[in-house]
């Protein structure tokens, strides 16, 4: 967004990604306009991800879910 050809505003839009594995939930921050390259994303980056505990039923219900 430009306004009076003097002052830019960048406007960043940037999602949680939230990606369920064997080993739990794990949450990642990616900007929006990437989000179809995270087929492309090593698993060896995703392992440095702390992983979420379940806490919720919901949770375990999502988890479930991924298992079967």
């Known amino acids: 967004m430009s306004i009076s050809g003097s002052?830019?505003?960048?406007?960043?839009?940037i999602d949680r990604v939230t990606i369920l594995s064997e080993n739990g939930a794990r949450s990642i921050t990616v900007p929006i306009d990437q989000i179809g390259n995270l087929a492309q994303?090593?698993?060896?980056?995703?392992s440095k991800i702390i992983p979420?505990?379940?806490?919720?039923?919901?949770?375990a219900f999502m988890c479930g879910r991924f298992e079967e």
């Open 41 to 46: 994303i090593s698993p060896s980056i995703f």
């Open 7 to 13: 002052l830019k505003t960048t406007l960043s839009f």
């Open 52 to 59: 979420i505990p379940i806490t919720t039923p919901e949770d």
